[in-house]
């Protein structure tokens, strides 16, 4: 993951900042709600972040048309990213809070295109919880969806 850390307040993050034509972007499409440009750092070639045009620090800052315009992006973009650099292989990621990994507090999802052997590791410690314990964990999700509705 990328160590850098933008601690600006909100609406003068780096990404507001790109967006307002401050910062340089090599900028890739943009629409009313997303934009898509280069991450800097490019994990591999083809590396892009899809931001949301709105200051939004995370995904649950979105509204839910923003989050599907996001995906919609990602997906015009993964499909523009396999055209132009044909990986084997490609990840989207999307981290939420410091101890989700985010490093930049302005929504956005990363489109990697992904190779054998390209250093790119994700720890995955299952923990394969018993049965009725995930029977548990599922009841919460649906009385917590029931009360959004
Ligand atoms: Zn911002």
Redesign the pocket.
């Given at each position: 993951m990328p160590r850098f850390i933008d601690t600006s307040p909100?609406?003068q993050?780096i990404?507001?900042r790109l967006i307002a034509g401050e910062i340089p972007a090599a900028m890739v499409y943009e629409d009313a709600q997303t934009l898509a440009f280069m991450d800097i750092g490019q994990v591999n070639p083809g590396h892009v972040l899809v931001a949301s045009r709105r200051?939004a620090a995370t995904l649950l800052d979105l509204t839910p048309d923003e989050a599907a315009a996001a995906m919609r992006t990602a997906h015009r973009v993964a499909q523009a990213v396999q055209a132009a650099f044909d990986p084997p292989g490609l990840t989207l990621l999307q981290a939420n809070g410091r101890e989700g990994d985010q490093t930049v507090f302005?929504f956005h999802l990363h489109v990697v295109p992904r190779h054998a052997d390209d250093g790119i590791a994700l720890s995955w410690p299952r923990k394969d919880p018993a049965r009725e314990v995930l029977q548990g964990y599922a009841a919460q999700l649906r009385q917590a969806l029931a009360r959004l509705s």
């Open positions: 909100p609406g993050c990404f507001c200051h302005h």
